[in-house]
């Protein structure tokens, strides 16, 4: 007697159907998770970079009709706002900044959708700071008091997601930056052939 080999067809028929939608399910998991993965990662980025020119904005002009320092309170937690010493310090306030260059980098690492903290590496770099003593008016002459040097530097940004929104908790300097001179690089003798 021969078996019929015919017999296995229907279940053969459903294993195939369902690996296929495994294939599908995981592929689309995968999809998701990458789409929140970038999603935190650029979110990070830009509340980061925000949240540094806020900051630098607000200690240098420490004027509330141009620059509301309530602000803050959306990109840095609690906690880092009673504790940060540039905030709290009084070093350009006896300054009228007129300009002032900033530069912030954010190198985020690959956030993933279950992470709510984060240790972000980010340059912040200001430079070119020009003003003068508040108190100074302009019939007392050219004052030689220039502001004071920013502290540029490569900080790690501890960041933790607060009701779905990522803030800043903690900011610690991990190597000071000397800002250098914006000027033209010098032609070589290669260069010019």
Same mark, same amino acid.
């Given at each position: 007697?021969?078996?019929?080999?015919?017999?296995?067809?229907?279940?053969?028929?459903?294993?195939?159907?369902?690996?296929?939608?495994?294939?599908?399910?995981? &592929? @689309?998991?995968?999809?998701?998770?990458?789409?929140?993965? @970038? =999603?935190?990662?650029?979110?990070?980025?830009?509340?980061?970079?925000?949240?540094?020119?806020?900051? &630098?904005?607000?200690?240098?002009?420490?004027?509330?009709?141009?620059?509301?320092?309530? %602000?803050?309170?959306?990109?840095?937690?609690?906690?880092?706002?009673?504790?940060?010493?540039?905030?709290?310090?009084?070093?350009?306030?006896?300054? %009228?900044?007129?300009?002032?260059?900033?530069? @912030?980098?954010?190198? /985020?690492?690959?956030? *993933? /959708? *279950? %992470?709510?903290? @984060?240790?972000?590496?980010?340059?912040?770099? $200001?430079?070119?700071?020009?003003?003068?003593? &508040?108190?100074?008016? +302009?019939?007392?002459?050219?004052?030689?008091?220039?502001? /004071?040097? *920013? %502290?540029?530097?490569?900080?790690?940004?501890?960041?933790?997601?607060?009701?779905?929104?990522? =803030? $800043?908790?903690?900011? +610690?300097?991990?190597? &000071?930056?000397?800002?250098?001179?914006?000027?033209?690089?010098?032609?070589? /003798?290669?260069?010019?052939?």
């Amino acid at each position: 007697m021969v078996a019929k080999e015919g017999g296995n067809k229907p279940a053969r028929g459903i294993l195939y159907i369902l690996s296929r939608l495994a294939i599908v399910v995981v &592929a @689309a998991a995968v999809v998701v998770v990458a789409f929140y993965a @970038a =999603m935190n990662t650029m979110n990070i980025r830009m509340v980061a970079k925000d949240a540094l020119s806020l900051r &630098a904005e607000v200690v240098l002009t420490h004027d509330e009709e141009k620059v509301d320092s309530s %602000q803050l309170q959306n990109y840095f937690t609690e906690r880092f706002l009673t504790g940060d010493p540039v905030l709290n310090s009084s070093t350009y306030s006896e300054f %009228q900044i007129t300009n002032y260059y900033q530069r @912030a980098d954010i190198r /985020p690492p690959v956030i *993933w /959708p *279950w %992470q709510t903290e @984060a240790k972000v590496p980010a340059d912040d770099i $200001i430079t070119e700071i020009s003003g003068h003593l &508040a108190a100074q008016t +302009e019939e007392d002459g050219e004052d030689t008091t220039k502001p /004071p040097e *920013w %502290q540029s530097g490569t900080y790690e940004l501890s960041m933790v997601k607060v009701d779905g929104v990522w =803030m $800043i908790d903690g900011m +610690e300097l991990v190597q &000071a930056v000397m800002p250098e001179e914006t000027s033209m690089p010098e032609e070589t /003798p290669a260069a010019s052939e």
